[in-house]
Nanobody, 122 residues
Framework: QVQLVESGGGLVQAGGSLRLSCAAS????????MGWFRQAPGKERAFVAA????????TYADSVKGRFTISRDNAKSLVYLQMNSLQPEDTAEYYC???????????????WGQGTQVTVSS
């Protein structure tokens, strides 16, 4: 069982930055690939970024490539999402997820956090 808790969301102006964190309650954090997903009002949850178990492989959605960076600290069981140049269209609830297999597909992730809200004002 893996529990995930996101933090770091908030209200920011367009062009600003936020760093999201996700803390995992497992002693085998390094065994899990991690992903960030987001869900805007009225839309389906969508892939944002993923990072492999060792952190050597990352994948980004085209909409965030070059602006967002996913990273992890296996010693602290943390995964981060650094978000720069935020735009109003980035407004969403952001979720971290974990699974034993590296994937960008939402259906492949078994463990999910409760989410943290990011609101970008224009």
């Amino acid at each position: 069982q893996v529990q995930l808790v996101e933090s770091g969301g908030g209200l920011v102006q367009a062009g600003g930055s936020l760093r999201l964190s996700c803390a995992a309650s497992t002693r085998t954090f390094s065994a899990y690939a991690m992903g960030w997903f987001r869900q805007a009002p009225g839309k389906e949850r969508a892939f944002v970024a993923a990072i492999s178990q060792s952190g050597d492989i990352t994948t980004y959605a085209d909409s965030v490539k070059g602006r967002f960076t996913i990273s992890r600290d296996n010693a602290k069981s943390l995964v981060y999402l650094q978000m720069n140049s935020l735009q109003p269209e980035d407004t969403a609830e952001y979720y971290c997820a974990a699974d034993g297999v590296y994937s960008t597909n939402i259906k492949d992730y078994f463990y999910w956090g409760q989410g943290t809200q990011v609101t970008v004002s224009s």
